[in-house]
């Protein structure tokens, strides 16, 4: 249940200004890769296009490629829907449908899409991938209160539950605990630890020492200046990145000098 | 500023005469302002004046209450003025000034509300209700004023008509104020036609409720000749004047759902229209019906539209799609201008306020309803 | 690559996305269409008028000599209402905004809106039967004392059923539209600016001057066109209020007439060329609330874009 991606000379763009440069990148299967960078560096609009998600900006377009175990997800022909069932996403806020209870927020991507599903299958969905995002034992005596009413923490691993219940291929992170207290952000990072025995991850963030602590790779992104093409500066293991890594603006980063 | 230096004068000399001496020492900031029973002794002042005043020209409530409040207002702006300075002088007048606005605005509402009432509630009675005015001549109103037997004839078709009328409107009105609203918040994003539509909706809004009610009668009379008067042609008439409405509130409740909520559905791998209709519009939902009820709460109380285009009828008529039908507003209309007696009119005239009554009593409850609607709804919150 | 299994369950569904988009499109399509044909129809069933014998047209000196007088009898009664509502209604949109305790200012906002919401035909009823009879002493009154005006030039009307009843009917009615939009742009006052001017030791009045009124003022005066639109098109007060009749200077007499309430009175016995008369007389008054409508959002519009810049 996990497929590896591979990214062929993306160029991204909103409109005609052209966001994210030239980027090739592989992702392995079952592995957790970070993308570590400045602000505005494009690597959350490189992240979008990993599922077509950037398209829901006005204007959001690419060129080259990105395959999902070979098959180019910008194929003409391929419905973005499809796209974004096997590659899920968790945003930076924790965004439970608000008038859903905890139970209909994990099976919304199986009722929105107005498939059959019995009750005793829906129960068992509902636990395994409650239990999946570590969060069964805090909510099963409330499934039908409002998923609106849980904390933070408790909301972004409800959006996660809510991910895994769709059964995608890769998980998109998209710096899933910026909004959330230290306790919180702990229990998200021994979640995803435990999700890449299932799937792929890439997850973004702000957090060098969250890279460090959670992804087997981590890929570095810069910008020259504003209004310039955010781009992959190096893409590593890493442990390579964060202990000796191979361009100078690389180790600039990781040991504060800027950004 | 001169009002500097105002403030700053020495106020000992400006102690009116006959004011008790003070006890306490009184605080330096205080110093130079009215004291605190000024206000009231202005009023009790200008009442009594104001009571002198009207009695001289024939003595009323509304000159007694005109000229003790203007006299208070006038009054209380010199002595303050006199005490504490012109600047403080022009604020206790513009505060008086809007205080009295806030007041006068108040009379009409009350006198309406009071009207209705005392008017309207003799005339309700289950035969008022349940009984239509087919058959209903002059001679029973003459009969009733004259021999004191009851006022025969009511609103029950007036109020069918109403809820017919006001009903296929709303059908007609809500999928299409729904529709655009959608269009324009989640396809339309600000471009030209998306921006086309906010323009002609904004113009839409300005239409004189009696524009809308001649172009319904047009565009049949193009169609179905020159004397198609029906129920339908007025519930179109009325869904030019509902749709902006409905088109303006949904655009803005849609555009207040977070657009994170749009996105996690996408995420999920939900097709857009799915989005729309099981995220988007449900987290809206309370907001978009509350919309709704106030726009059918507008528009229940139209009358120019329906003279042009349902006629008048005094019969039962439950179909809107041929002959006249009677609506609540142009019943109480025809009554009060062309009471079915015309020599006795105060049978008319009883049963334009009953139903007057009655139309405010629906406006009321939309109108009630649409903040219930606004409050039981909205999204779930706490644990 | 020859076959991409991401195509493969691809269209499935994707006809609801077209079916859904479409449907809004069309229903967006719809308005633009119904505000062409209200224009068109009403052209249509309007032109015998013009093409008619000027003979032949009520009062017999062709469309423009019927309609003139009663456009002037639109203005003067939506001139009446608004020199009422204007101070008032900023008056009392200042009474919640900045002068009631806090927590009556919504309660407040709420009875002004209930003003708004009772029924026209109400109020021409009210005006009828209440306001008219109740108004003859002051006719009675301004006619001794200052009769040597024309506009009060006596004798005074002897049921109240005068213009200057419709206009004060008229300004109720509008009352609540300008209060409602002026609270709102008053309430929208930056608060650094009113406690900038309280902190120079202004009085609460010359805080409103110095800060609020010239930062609503854009705001006030599109609150008072929309105003003015809704009493120059208002049907039923007139209708049921005013006494009507040929213009006149004096707004304490009967006469005068409004284009809205010539329709309403008229419509319901009027056939053939009648018909298309007082459809045309519909034109001009669309016409006349459009142009007021437009300039009213235009000014809207501009302030828009200077809050923003702000």
Redesign the interface.
């Known amino acids: 249940m996990s497929k590896r991606i591979d990214v062929k000379d993306l160029n991204v763009y909103y409109t005609n200004f052209l966001a994210v440069e030239d980027v090739s990148i592989e992702i392995e299967a079952k592995s957790v890769t970070a993308f570590i960078g400045p602000s505005g560096c494009g690597k959350s609009t490189f992240l979008r296009t990993l599922n077509r998600m950037h398209e829901v900006i006005p204007g959001g377009r690419v060129e080259g490629e990105v395959l999902l175990d070979g098959d180019n997800l910008y194929e003409s022909g391929v419905d973005p829907v499809t796209v974004r069932s096997q590659i899920g996403m968790v945003f930076q806020r924790p965004n439970p449908f608000p008038t859903m209870s905890i139970k209909d927020n994990v099976l919304a991507g199986v009722k929105l899409n107005n498939k059959k599903i019995s009750r005793s299958d829906a129960d068992a969905l509902v636990e395994k991938s409650l239990r999946g995002a570590n969060l069964w034992n805090e909510v099963k005596d409330r499934l039908d209160k409002p998923g609106s009413g849980l904390s933070g923490g408790q909301q972004q691993r409800l959006c996660i539950a809510r991910t895994i219940a769709v059964k995608p291929q890769v998980i998109l992170m998209d710096e899933p605990c910026s909004a959330l207290d230290p306790i919180s952000t702990l229990a998200i990072e021994d979640l995803i630890n435990e999700l890449k025995n299932e799937f792929t991850v890439v997850i973004v963030t702000h957090n060098m020492q969250q890279a460090a602590r959670v992804s087997d790779k981590t890929a570095f992104f810069n910008i020259a200046g504003t209004g310039k093409p955010g781009k992959l500066i190096e893409y590593a293991d890493t442990t390579t990145i964060f202990s000796n890594p191979g361009v100078k603006a690389t180790e600039d980063y990781v040991s504060g000098r800027f950004g | 500023m001169n009002?500097?230096t105002a403030?700053k004068l020495p106020n000992d000399s400006r102690q009116q005469p006959g004011k008790p001496p003070v006890a306490r020492k009184r605080n330096s900031l205080s110093k130079g302002l009215l004291p605190r029973w000024a206000a009231p002794g202005i009023a009790v002042g200008s009442l009594i004046l104001g009571a002198a005043a009207s009695t001289l020209g024939g003595f009323s409530v509304?000159s007694f209450a005109i000229y003790a409040a203007v006299i208070f207002v006038v009054a209380s702006a010199i002595i303050t003025t006199l005490v504490e300075g012109p600047?403080?002088g022009?604020?206790a007048?513009?505060?008086h000034?809007?205080?009295?606005?806030?007041l006068?605005?108040?009379i009409?509402?009350a006198?309406?509300l009071f009207?209705?009432l005392q008017?309207g509630l003799p005339g309700i009675n289950t035969h008022f209700l349940f009984h239509s005015m087919n058959g209903i001549t002059g001679a029973a109103d003459n009969a009733s004023v004259e021999d004191g037997t009851p006022v025969l004839g009511g609103a029950y078709h007036a109020v069918l008509g109403t809820l017919l009328i006001t009903l296929w409107s709303t059908l007609i009105s809500v999928?299409?104020?729904?529709?655009?609203a959608?269009?324009?918040v989640?396809?339309?994003?600000n471009g030209p036609?998306?921006r086309?539509?906010t323009?002609?909706?904004?113009?839409?809004?300005?239409?004189?409720?009696?524009?809308?009610g001649?172009?319904a009668?047009?565009?049949f009379?193009?169609i179905m000749g020159?004397?198609a008067r029906m129920g339908i042609v007025a519930a179109v008439a009325l869904s030019?004047l509902m749709?902006p409405t409905v088109?303006r509130s949904t655009e803005e409740m849609l555009k207040i759902v977070?657009n994170?909520?749009?996105?996690?559905?996408?995420?999920?791998?939900?097709?857009?229209?799915?989005?729309?209709?099981?995220?988007v519009i449900?987290?809206a939902i309370s907001g978009i019906a509350s919309g709704v009820t106030l726009a059918i709460?507008?528009v229940?109380?139209?009358?120019?539209p329906i003279?042009?285009t349902a006629?008048?009828a005094n019969n039962i008529n439950v179909n809107v799609f041929g002959n006249w039908m009677a609506t609540l507003?142009t019943f109480?209309?025809y009554q009060?201008?062309t009471p079915t007696s015309p020599t006795n009119v105060d049978p008319s005239?009883q049963r334009?306020?009953a139903a007057?009554l009655l139309?405010?009593a629906m406006?009321?409850v939309l109108?009630l309803g649409a903040r219930l609607i606004a409050g039981l709804f909205a999204?779930?919150?706490?644990? | 690559m020859t076959t991409n299994a991401l195509r493969r369950s691809g269209s499935k569904g994707q006809a609801g996305d077209k079916i859904f988009s479409g449907a809004a499109l069309g229903a967006g399509i719809l308005i633009l269409v119904t505000l062409l044909a209200v224009a068109v129809f009403l052209l249509i069933q309007a032109l015998p008028t013009f093409t008619a014998d000027p003979t032949l047209v009520s009062g017999g000196e062709g469309f423009f000599s019927y309609i003139y007088p009663i456009v002037i009898g639109t203005v003067i009664a939506a001139a009446i209402a608004l020199l009422i509502a204007t101070p008032v209604g900023i008056a009392v949109a200042l009474f919640i905004s900045h002068y009631a305790p806090r927590r009556l200012a919504a309660g407040l906002g709420y009875v002004i809106d209930l003003l708004a919401a009772i029924p026209s035909v109400i109020y021409g009823a009210w005006g009828y039967l209440v306001l008219a009879p109740a108004l003859v002493p002051s006719f009675q009154w301004l006619a001794e004392n200052l009769g040597f005006i024309p506009l009060f030039e006596g004798p005074a009307s002897q049921t109240g059923k005068t213009i200057l009843t419709a206009g004060i009917v008229l300004a109720v009615m509008v009352l609540p539209i300008i209060t409602s939009l002026s609270r709102e742009i008053f309430l929208q006052t930056p608060k650094l600016h009113e406690e900038a001017a309280l902190a120079l030791g202004a009085t609460r009045w010359e805080m409103i001057t110095m800060s609020v009124l010239p930062f609503a003022r854009p705001g006030i005066i599109s609150a008072v066109m929309l105003g003015l639109g809704r009493a120059l098109g208002e049907t039923m007060a007139v209708a049921l209020v005013l006494s009507t009749g040929s213009l006149i200077p004096s707004l304490i007499k009967s006469g005068n007439q409004t284009i809205a309430a010539e329709i309403a009175l008229n419509f319901p016995e009027a056939f053939g060329l009648r018909l298309s008369e007082l459809i045309a007389a519909g034109l001009v008054l669309f016409v006349i609330t459009l142009v007021v409508n437009l300039i009213a959002r235009a000014i809207i519009a501009r302030h828009k874009e200077f809050s923003g810049a702000n």
């Open positions: 009002a500097v403030n509304a600047r403080r022009r604020n007048l513009a505060t000034l809007v205080y009295a606005a806030f006068l605005a108040l009409p509402l006198s309406v009207t209705v008017k999928p299409v104020g729904m529709l655009t959608i269009y324009l989640e396809y339309g994003k036609l998306a086309g539509i323009f002609f909706v904004d113009v839409m809004t300005g239409i004189p409720s009696i524009v809308a001649l172009f009668t047009a565009l009379a193009v020159p004397t030019v749709i088109v977070p994170e909520l749009r996105e996690a559905a996408y995420a999920l791998g939900v097709r857009k229209w799915r989005t729309i209709a099981k995220v449900p987290t709460a507008r229940i109380g139209e009358t120019a003279l042009v006629g008048l507003p109480i209309y009060i201008l005239i334009a306020w007057a139309l405010i406006v009321m109108n999204p779930k919150k706490g644990r």
